[in-house]
């Protein structure tokens, strides 16, 4: 029987800013190839923990490890779709999506021909000449995703990318997520405050507490078969009972945090 790798390892890690500690002992391991969603309140640190294992903040205490590797710096194995795109507005979207790897020094012809397959890919055939203006709310994620993947980073962070969109262009968007990450084995991790939105898309949904000073109060495995149907998997009685089991804990943590606000 093999062991599975471990790609993202928080050892005990707290990250207080002043006198404010946003989490406190938080040991955490995501396996190799995991779609991992983090949830809790509003404010209890789940984009800490992303910036953390993106290296883009240090630990106050403790320690992440990447590949079994201690992070020092920037994680470059990783990539980072945030909740508000990066798009740069004077660029195209084939302009948009080149840049990653015309940064890394890889030769323009080679950019272009990978940014035309990553357009094709993500629903954009039509749309490569276009600036993000002109694009749907939808459509800048779409290259927002394939900005993220054409560097293929072994590791996803992914935090709230979805939020703003209506729940229509939600749903397809996270169906074009499932897809990529079924197709390319990526380790996905990925903040939402949308517990339903953590089950469908997940392998294990962790729960943090109310801030501050959060910890993990719950972790827990989705054992729905793949690939899933997003439109019907919320009428499923499966779906069902891992949202009321997560959901009592969670909701503790919510009520906590209104009391605290």
């Known amino acids: 029987m093999s062991v599975a790798r471990e790609a993202i390892r928080f050892d005990n890690v707290a990250k207080s800013f002043a006198e404010y500690t946003a989490v406190e002992g938080i040991s955490l391991s995501v396996n190799a190839g995991a779609f991992l969603s983090v949830v809790g309140p509003s404010g209890c640190g789940k984009s800490t923990l992303l910036n953390m294992a993106a290296g883009l903040m240090n630990p106050t205490r403790g320690s992440v490890s990447i590949f079994g590797e201690p992070l020092s710096g920037i994680n470059r194995k990783a990539g980072y779709m945030f909740q508000q795109d990066a798009l740069l507005p004077w660029k195209t979207v084939e302009e948009n999506i080149c840049l990653g790897p015309e940064l890394r020094g890889v030769p323009s012809s080679e950019t272009i021909a ?67 990450w079924a197709e390319t084995n990526k380790t996905v991790m990925f903040v939402t405050h949308d517990l339903e939105e953590a089950i469908a898309l997940s392998d294990e949904v962790v729960v943090l507490s109310a801030g501050p000073a959060s910890r993990i109060v719950g972790t827990y495995s989705v054992n729905l078969k793949r690939p899933r149907n997003l439109i019907d998997i919320k009428t499923e009685a499966a779906f069902n009972d891992i949202y009321g089991l997560v959901w009592r804990d969670l909701r503790e943590e919510v009520l906590r945090s209104y009391e605290r606000s």
């Open 114 to 180: 990978q940014a035309h397959e990553w357009i094709e890919r993500v629903g954009l055939k039509g749309f490569a000449h276009r600036y993000p203006h002109q694009l749907s709310g939808g459509m800048r994620k779409r290259v927002a995703m394939a900005q993220t993947w054409i560097n293929n980073p072994e590791i996803i962070f992914m935090d709230e990318p979805f939020g703003a969109l209506d729940v229509h262009t939600r749903l397809r968007m996270e169906g074009e997520i499932l897809k990529l």
